[in-house]
């Protein structure tokens, strides 16, 4: 064994070399030896925690983080999208974080499946930050009880492709717009047109497009949209790749405001005239005026025949004015019955599936509806809607409509009682928001304080909620309709709602959600009517202004009598409204 040899330079006294050839050391100094190796490995043992706890720091802050637009109380929210089969999912992994009280300490973190296509109704492939409304609105709302038909998204799935081939800019587009432009007949193209004009109040264009894009369903026509002053800023595009807007440049839009009941190409007018007639498919005008409008006449409304229906087929480009849901006379229409029943074996989920295929708020409006709904309603056990509309002139609130808001809420035990004799001991853990909607601020407040001053003889915690008081319609304000907008779609997120005669704001919260309202009785000489509300027949909207002409008999007709899925309204005894029969499913 080789021997250690000192450095001559060296000089330690404590070190000698041993008889093996091995170092030896001195006590003292193995001592030392051993105490520097033990603080060399606590040492190392402190620095290794500082890492591992460095790291872990770290993963934490860079793990996803929740949505903005899903955050609830007490949880976070993180999205997993997945693919099952061929439909696009999301999974929704909701994990409970630690809170004061023994309810939540012991949460366990669960799964939720969430359909974000909506059992196939909308089409997959969008950029989802352009709308983030149209693939995270499913996590704000309760799975729908109504399921598209196979039928129904497949012809979705035909019409994105016609509108891609044909909408706006395209070679079949910029052909067409030549019978426009030069008012000649050309050869048969492909593609036909209708134009939905932008007209009336929010609600009202609301519905009235659904019902133009069904009238183009049924009609293989291409649905193009007067922008309007506020629709690119309210609506997103429903429709992947080509806009479903109407290009600015189009050749009728300066005389949109000035069609009526005269112009020359009105159908009503050409029909009195006799001039459509008698048009020879070479001479046939390139485009027809529709005018829906509730000022409608008798010629107007032979729309809604099928003869007419057949005429109509060849003109190239209609243009339709209305403010009318009219979808309930389509119905009525036997050339598109058979097609209408594939459509829809429900019929009372025709608004509530066209309009969540068509109608995602934009980023603006999205991001009040998610900032109101996560402030004001998302901790709630139930949230209960309230829209409230008054027809009656002068200054409110009127003490009648308070009275019949209170009587029907609590004759239908949506809300409880207050009591006003002895304060109630054994609270209960329950609460419930309510959100109002109305011009006026003053029932909302009414109503507050209400239930402020006074205990709930249920001991449950009721608050009270509007998100804005216009004091009067301002239609064509840009900040005011996305207010409208926005509480619309709030309302459709509730559990229960409760809803005023002739409203179509109403209407679209309803169908938007699912829901059959408790619909409030128009008063009569400023009285609380009795009994003050009523659950509606379906979650349909009602027709305002139907036909009642029987097209083969050419006499009047109760149109609300002909088949057994179109009924009178409940608000309005003239009105019409899809229901479901029973004995057709």
């Known amino acids: 064994m080789k021997r250690l040899r000192r450095n001559p330079d060296e000089s330690d006294p404590e070190t ?39 790291v872990f720091s770290v993963s934490v802050v860079l793990q996803d983080p929740p949505s903005d637009g899903v955050l609830e109380s007490g949880k976070n929210v993180r999205f997993l999208d997945v693919m099952e089969s061929s439909k696009e999912e999301q999974v929704l992994e909701v994990q409970p ?41 499913v996590l704000y709302r309760k799975e729908s009880q109504h399921k598209p038909s196979p039928y129904l998204i497949s012809r979705l799935r035909n019409y994105e492709a016609l509108h891609k081939r044909c909408g706006p800019y395209t070679e079949s587009y910029n052909k067409t717009l030549e019978k426009l432009k030069t008012g000649h007949h050309l050869e048969s193209t492909d593609c036909n047109y209708l134009v939905w004009i932008s007209f009336s109040g929010l609600g009202n264009r609301i519905l009235t497009l659904a019902s133009a894009f069904l009238y183009a369903l049924l009609t293989n026509r291409v649905l193009l949209v007067d922008p309007g002053t506020d629709m690119v800023d309210l609506f997103c595009e429903p429709f992947p790749e080509v806009s479903w807007f109407l290009p600015l440049d189009f050749p009728l839009k300066n005389q949109f405001d000035s069609f009526d009941q005269k112009s020359p190409h009105c159908y009503g007018r050409m029909l009195k005239n006799n001039s459509f ?144 004799e002895k304060p109630i001991i054994n609270q209960s853990q329950k609460s419930k928001a309510v959100l ?63 809803t005023s005669s002739w409203s179509t704001f109403g209407y679209v919260a309803q169908s938007l959600g699912g829901l059959k309202p408790w619909i409030l009785y128009k008063p009569e000489n400023r009285t609380a009517p009795d009994p003050p509300c009523g ?51």
């Open 16 to 54: 000698t070399p041993d008889p093996d050839g091995e170092v030896s050391f001195s006590k003292d100094q193995h001592e030392r030896k051993c105490g520097l190796s033990s603080m060399k490995m606590m040492g190392f043992f402190v620095v290794a925690l500082m890492v591992v706890s460095v």
């Open 97 to 137: 974080q630690k809170v004061v009280g023994p309810v939540d300490d012991d949460a366990l973190s669960i799964e939720v499946r969430k359909d974000k296509l909506h059992g196939g109704l909308l089409a997959a492939g969008f950029d989802e930050t352009s709308c983030v409304s149209r693939y995270q609105s």
């Open 277 to 420: 007639a008698n048009s020879s498919k070479s001479i046939l005008a390139p485009f027809v005026y529709l005018h829906l409008v509730h000022d409608y006449d008798d010629q107007d409304k032979l729309f809604f025949c099928d003869e007419d229906q057949t005429s109509l087929q060849e003109v190239p480009w209609l243009i339709m004015k209305t403010d009318n849901y009219f979808v309930p006379s389509l119905f009525l229409i036997p050339t598109f019955e058979q097609q209408l029943s594939n459509l829809f074996p429900r019929k009372e989920a025709v608004f509530h599936l066209l309009g969540r295929y068509i109608f995602h708020p934009t980023n603006p409006v999205w991001g009040l509806i998610t900032r109101y709904y996560q402030a004001y309603l998302a901790k709630a056990d139930e949230r209960i809607g309230i829209q409230i509309r008054v027809f009656d002139t002068g200054t409110g609130p009127f003490q009648h409509v308070l009275d019949q808001i209170i009587a029907c809420t609590l004759k239908e035990n949506l809300l409880p009682d207050i009591s006003t």
């Open 436 to 498: 109002v909607t109305s011009l006026s601020g003053g029932y909302f407040e009414r109503l507050r304080d209400m239930y402020w001053e006074h205990p709930t003889v249920t001991g449950e915690v009721i608050g009270f909620y509007q998100p804005s008081h216009e004091e009067y319609q301002q239609t064509e304000k840009q900040f005011h309709n996305r207010k409208a907008w926005a509480e619309m779609y709030l309302l459709s997120l509730t559990d229960v709602l409760i």
């Open 535 to 585: 659950r509606v027949m379906s979650m349909e909207p009602c027709f305002h202004a139907p036909p009642f002409y029987d097209c083969k008999a050419k006499r009047g007709i109760d149109t609300g009598a002909v088949v057994p899925h179109v009924r009178h309204c409940e608000d309005m005894s003239w009105g019409l409204k899809l229901v479901d029969n029973e004995s057709e499913l």
